[in-house]
Each structure stands twice: as C-alpha cells, then as structure tokens.
C-alpha cells in the first residue's frame, strides 16, 4: 500500500531534550513538508523541501531542524530551543505543482514533560 | 504573508440538511488556489475539495461544493444531504501559486461541523 507513515504515534520526552520525528512516504513524491497542530488552532508549517538536499523554512521553524538526504523520508527534530515543543505534528508530501493535493500522514502527538 | 480566516468554531446541521461553512482570505496575489481539508476524530487529514483562482467555475466534488466569491475573498464550502461521517473539523487552506508548485499550505483555524441525527 502507498502511503505516508509517521512513527511513533505517541512520544514523551523530558524538558531539554532533543527529539527526532520519523516520516517516511512510498508515494514517490518529491515534495514533503512538516506542520504543527495546536488544540483551536489550524495547521502550520514549520518546513517544506521540493527535492532531496534542499529545504526551506516554513512559518515557525525556529526551534526545529529537518534533513532530506532520500526522498522517501524527511525527519524532523524538535531541539530543546523550541519554547513550546508539546504538540501534533502532521508530516504531508505531494507530488510538485501547485494544485496537486498534499496527503498527509497519521500524525504523531508529541508531549514534553 | 496570505491569512485565512474561519470565523464560525462551531457549526450544527440536523442529518439530511445542508450547511454552509465560511472562509476568507486575504492576499495580493492573483493566482493561488484554494482547498478544504476534513479532519475527522482520527486526525487523518482529508481532501475535500479545490479551487483554481483563474477558474470562475465553482468547484462541485459530489455532495460537496464551493462558494468562490474572488472579489470578495470569500471561499464557502456548502455540504448537501449532511450524513453522520461528515462530522469533522474543516479547515480552509490556500496556497500560493508562486515558489516552484510546492510551498506549504496555509490553514485557517478551522470550523468544528456537528451532525445532528
């Protein structure tokens, strides 16, 4: 099946510590991008790469780093400077174009203690 | 930077009846697009819907169609014959049409659709 999956589902981790998001994609797509989830709130971009080796930042990357070296994964890291780091985080991809649709992955739900 | 804006938290339709939700935007572009995502108690976001700005066809995908005012900004979703799966949370979304075809989407704050049965 294709599609898009995001590991884990749930994760806890300390204050401080880094912590590394997986999102891997079977789709062939060459567009991935990351997007944070905040109770009443939309989705917002936090990082996008149109290829492999080559990302941007979105609206709110401070705090957040990604790596693209194979195009099938685009794993994000939430590092102790992000404030607020307690969130859902979606991972979405498409194929390039503006028009064609992002499919997103299950998300995963990540709570700092 | 494009805003959308969603103004109604919270919609209720009795099963069978038909619901309108409201979104606006706000850009100096001329060509963009526009899309609704549902995004049900599992979190899976959904493709409902999309709109082509330079089309002054108004999108229709089954029960599902769009109010495309682009004057006004102004980017309704109309659901028919309202069914108990539709329950979700919309969210309105535009994207730019400059930027190599794959810049981010960016969200409204979404509207809460309840159905009655």
């Known amino acids: 099946d294709g599609g898009i999956t995001q590991s884990p589902k749930y994760l806890f981790r300390k204050e401080g510590q880094n912590v590394t998001l997986s999102c891997e994609q079977n789709l062939n797509h060459d567009a991935m991008y990351w997007y944070r989830q905040d109770p009443g709130q939309g989705l917002r971009l936090i990082y996008y790469s149109q290829i492999v080796n080559d990302f941007q930042k979105g609206d709110i990357a401070e705090g957040y780093s990604v790596s693209r070296e194979k195009k099938e994964s685009f794993p994000l890291t939430v590092t102790s400077a992000q404030k607020n780091p307690t969130a859902f985080y979606l991972c979405?991809?498409?194929?390039?174009?503006?028009?064609?649709?992002?499919?997103f992955g299950p998300g995963t739900r990540l709570t700092v203690l | 930077a494009q805003t959308v804006t969603q103004s109604q938290p919270e919609m209720s339709v009795q099963e069978a009846e038909t619901v309108t939700l409201s979104c606006t935007y706000d850009?100096?572009?001329?060509?963009?697009?526009l899309f609704w995502y549902k995004q049900p108690p599992s979190r899976q976001m959904i493709l409902v819907i999309r709109q082509e700005a330079y089309k002054q066809q108004n999108a229709t995908e089954n029960r599902f169609s769009v109010n495309f005012q682009k004057a006004a900004k102004s980017f309704s979703l109309k659901i028919s014959d309202s069914q108990l799966g539709d329950a979700a949370m919309y969210f309105c979304?535009?994207?730019?049409?400059?930027?190599?075809?794959?810049?981010?989407?960016?969200f409204g704050k979404g509207t809460h659709l309840i159905i009655q049965p």
């Open positions: 979405a991809s498409s194929i390039r174009g503006v028009y064609n649709e992002q499919f």
């Open positions: 979304a535009y994207r730019t049409y400059s930027g190599g075809g794959a810049d981010g989407l960016t």
């Open positions: 850009t100096s572009e001329s060509d963009y697009y």
